[in-house]
């Protein structure tokens, strides 16, 4: 899929790190073409964090990041949501993304899949529908967390993009422990996901809602 230079992006990320590992390489090649690529996260998931860290280390590694990609500064946007209680506050959450729509006024949404059981995840996905239901929506991939995934968007990433992503997960030493958070993972999906469509990596996305 090819997206038109000099668009608004926004990704929503329940948790600091979820914008990187869904959609990190596409998120560099976005704004290498052009594009405005704001990402807003709900939470630095201070209540998990492991005792070794500061509470609020996930603040400090999503900033540093988020500047590997190449998003600006003033482009990511963080909200205190408590980890794991989302789904009680819906409506505040569906507030805060009406400010982003009216704010930014974005031409592409990335945000978790619809099928996506985490509790977190699934809110943003439902509340960043009902906000965005007059917009192009892309959903992202997150294995560990999706009951099913339809691939039926990708986007091409040459290394230069798979590797900024990889890069920018290295980051996030606070969730180093995590099975998926590691290099060998993320090239392995890249890699898969670019077989499914005759290239080297790719990442994919389910088409909620595309507006040509």
Known sequence: MEIPNNKRVLVLAPHTDDGEFGCGGTISKLIE????????????????????????????EVKAASSVLGVKGNNLILFDYEVRTFNYRRQEILDDIIKLRLDIKPDLIFMPSMNDIHQDHCTIAQEGLRAFKFSSILCYEVPWNNLTFNTSAFSILDDCHLQKKIDALKEYKSQAHRNYANEEFIRSLARTRGVQIDTRYAECFEVIRWIL
Do not use: E, R
Request: proline share 4%; hydrophobic share 45%; with cysteine.
């Open 33 to 60: 073409n052009g594009n405005d690529v704001y990402c807003a996260a709900f939470s630095a998931c201070q209540q998990s964090v492991l005792k070794q860290f500061p509470a609020d280390i996930l603040i400090t």
